[in-house]
């Protein structure tokens, strides 16, 4: 071989081992920027997912601590009442993403809440061997913390699918909100862009190998040019990538050129595109939602000031008002009426409003009939909602004069169990005014005004009822002071010498007073001893002429301390009834006994009319047994003789 030969594959040689350096290099740099941009894309759209699964959960479960703080009358210990709520599963099961949902269990493990009916209520506990991923993570939310992770998921197909799970805890209850998907949901797009990378990759290694077989020169060169040319659009878009992950969308920009670097930007760009319209539409979404859930929790909150200030409200006309004014306040209708039905069930009247015209129908107290057309008088008559969106297309609607801009009525029953007692009456002056949202408030607020009205009406009659018995108490007391009074009045007397009695009729002879007069001299004090408000006696206080007259604050002490004879002497009388109750009853006990303990009936009728006598301490007393035709005057008779063939007994009483 020559010189110039070996020269020449000398530097063929060593052109060829630079450019196969160069290009070792290029396809290095180029694999690394692949994976590079391949890691920061799957990482980015992976984050984003997690994140999307988070603010789920959150929501859900910020959704449910609302409506169960609105809702206190909703008893977390009972699962049946819990789980048989419509408005608490609807916020409980929401979509996550394309396949995924939220659930809800307690801090037992019970699952509440779920998409399949056949979960609802099982032991999640149960799923620790099939599912042992998915348990270990339910488990530790069990105390109440915040947790989330990565599960496997077996598929029908026997394929195993990667799920990432959020659970948070709902404040101030046991329950927590469980929110799940599939993590490749949120990495298919960069999935696809990683086989375009692969592609293009695989494409820019041919073009070096056969742009190597050139020559070492030509090849060195076109490695050197193909490597920056590659590397340094590359590195845009790795930055770009980068970029997008901190949430910059508009980082990436599509390349106008042909090559594979500008399928591989349009193909980013694509991707990019289609992850920002996916959250701008996730953040409307939580936007219409969030606007929702604030209205919702106003009109609830106005159903819940009612049933508080209701609560505080005794008069029945001052609740109404108070109610159709909050209806006017949060719910913005022109018109607000609240009908009662009278004692009969013929008529409902309408007793309260909020509007210039339904004013002046209350002072010409309008009514409607029951079985007549219009909506009050279908709701009063079938205590069922009644919704008309559009009066003019709805053949039940009666035009009232007094309210002309009406384009719109609903009719909600004020029911006590299954008995109507009233009508809640909106009206707007926009056609389809109302949203089912609004009609199933407006029914909890129907309920609540329905229930304080039935509770002002209970507590009006009892308070009469109290009144009555009162005074009749009070009446039946006098009587008996009256009747222990009559023959003789109680009547005591302190002097130095001590406390005596006396007569009563004498001792106001001689004090020359009369219950009520005042002494002129100021050295007499009397105070009248009252008992359930009647005067049943008089205290007297005298004091010498040398002494000093009676001060207001003696007076006073005086009066304070004769209040309270009066309930003691009630109290004294009470007692002595009720021992004489007892004695009685045990009187007739003790006879009871000596008699039921004679053998045959001569022992009877003795042990009878000796107990008799005994305890009614009688002279004589006589008992005869036997048939006769006329009732003989035992007073004047004398006792028979031992003769006679009625069995008869006597005993001279002690």
């Known amino acids: 071989m020559s010189i110039r030969s070996r020269i020449i594959l000398a530097l063929l040689l060593i052109g060829l081992l630079a450019m196969s350096f160069m290009a070792f290099q290029a396809n290095q740099s180029l694999v690394a920027m692949r994976n590079q941009a391949v890691s920061d894309g799957q990482a980015a759209l992976e984050e984003a997912g997690r994140q999307a699964i988070r603010d789920k959960a959150l929501s859900v479960a910020a959704q449910l601590y609302l409506y169960l703080t609105l809702h206190p009358e909703i008893d977390l210990s009972d699962p049946a009442a819990l789980e048989s709520n419509p408005d608490l599963r609807a916020l409980a099961v929401q979509p996550v993403g394309q396949t995924g949902y939220t659930a809800v269990h307690d801090d037992q493990g019970i699952n509440h809440f779920h998409s399949s009916p056949t979960v609802v209520g099982v032991d999640l506990a149960t799923m620790a061997s099939s599912r042992p991923g998915f348990w270990e993570i339910v488990q530790r939310s069990l105390d109440g913390t915040a947790v989330e992770g990565y599960y496997g998921w077996l598929e029908p197909d026997n394929t195993m699918r990667e799920k990432f799970m959020v659970i948070v805890p709902i404040q101030g209850t046991n329950l927590r909100v469980a929110a799940t998907t599939y993590i490749d949901e949120f990495s298919q797009p960069g999935i696809a862009t990683t086989r375009s990378l692969d592609q293009i990759a695989s494409q820019a290694r041919t073009r070096l190998l056969i742009s190597g077989l050139t020559g070492a020169v030509f090849a060195l060169l076109a490695a050197v040019i193909l490597g920056v040319s590659l590397t340094n659009p590359l590195k845009r878009i790795t930055?770009?990538?980068?970029?997008?992950?901190?949430?910059?969308?508009?980082?990436i920009r599509p390349l106008k050129e042909k090559s594979e670097l500008g399928i591989l930007s349009r193909a980013l760009h694509a991707m990019t595109v289609q992850m920002r319209t996916l959250f701008e539409s996730l953040e409307e979404q939580v936007a219409s939602r969030t606007k929702e859930l604030s209205e919702r929790t106003v009109q609830l909150e106005a159903a819940a000031q009612v049933a508080r200030e209701a609560a505080g409200i005794r008069d029945v006309q001052t609740l109404l008002d108070e109610s159709v004014r909050l209806v006017s306040d949060r719910f913005g209708y022109y018109h607000a009426g609240i009908y009662l039905t009278d004692d009969v069930g013929e008529y409902a009247i309408l007793r309260a409003t909020n509007s210039e015209g339904g004013r002046r129908l209350v002072a010409n107290q309008h009514k409607v009939r029951l079985g007549d057309p219009g909506v009050v008088s279908y709701v009063a008559s079938a205590g069922k909602p009644r919704v008309v969106f559009d009066v003019g297309a709805d053949d039940i609607f009666v035009p009232n004069p007094e309210l002309p801009e009406t384009r719109s009525e609903m009719g909600l029953p004020l029911k006590l169990g299954e008995r109507v007692i009233g009508v809640l009456d909106v009206q707007s002056n926009e056609v389809s005014s109302f949203a089912p949202e609004d009609i199933s408030t407006l029914q909890i607020l129907a309920d609540q005004v329905a229930l304080a009205v039935e509770n002002a009406h209970l507590l009006t009659e009892s308070q009469r009822a109290l009144s009555e018995l009162d005074r009749l108490y009070a009446q039946q007391t006098l009587q008996t002071w009256q009747k222990r009074l009559r023959d003789k009045g109680i009547a005591f007397r302190y002097t130095r010498m001590g406390i005596e009695p006396a007569d009563a009729t004498d001792l106001n002879s001689k004090l020359a007073l009369q219950p009520g007069a005042d002494d002129k001299d100021g050295h007499v004090l009397k105070v009248p001893i009252v008992v359930r408000g009647q005067d049943m006696g008089t205290l007297i206080l005298r004091?010498?002429?040398?002494?000093?007259?009676?001060?207001?604050?003696?007076?006073a002490l005086v009066k304070g301390t004769i209040e309270q004879i009066g309930p003691a002497l009630e109290s004294?009388?009470?007692?002595?009834?009720?021992?004489?109750?007892?004695?009685?009853?045990?009187?007739v006990n003790v006879i009871s006994t000596q008699v039921r303990g004679s053998v045959n009936l001569d022992a009877v009728l003795q042990n009878t009319v000796r107990e008799l006598g005994k305890a009614l301490g009688a002279s004589r007393t006589f008992i005869r047994f036997g048939l006769q035709t006329q009732?003989?005057?035992?007073?004047?008779?004398?006792?028979?003789?031992?003769?006679?063939?009625?069995?008869?007994s006597s005993r001279e009483g002690v």
């Not at 004091?543 to 007076?555: F, I, K, L, Y």
């Not at 009732?631 to 008869?648: E, I």
């Open 543 to 555: 004091r010498d002429a040398d002494q000093a007259v009676w001060s207001a604050e003696e007076a």
């Open 631 to 648: 009732q003989p005057d035992l007073a004047d008779a004398a006792p028979p003789d031992d003769r006679d063939h009625h069995p008869q």
């Open 239 to 251: 930055d770009a990538a980068a970029r997008v992950s901190e949430g910059d969308w508009s980082a």
């Open 572 to 587: 004294a009388r009470l007692l002595e009834e009720a021992q004489r109750r007892a004695a009685r009853e045990q009187a």
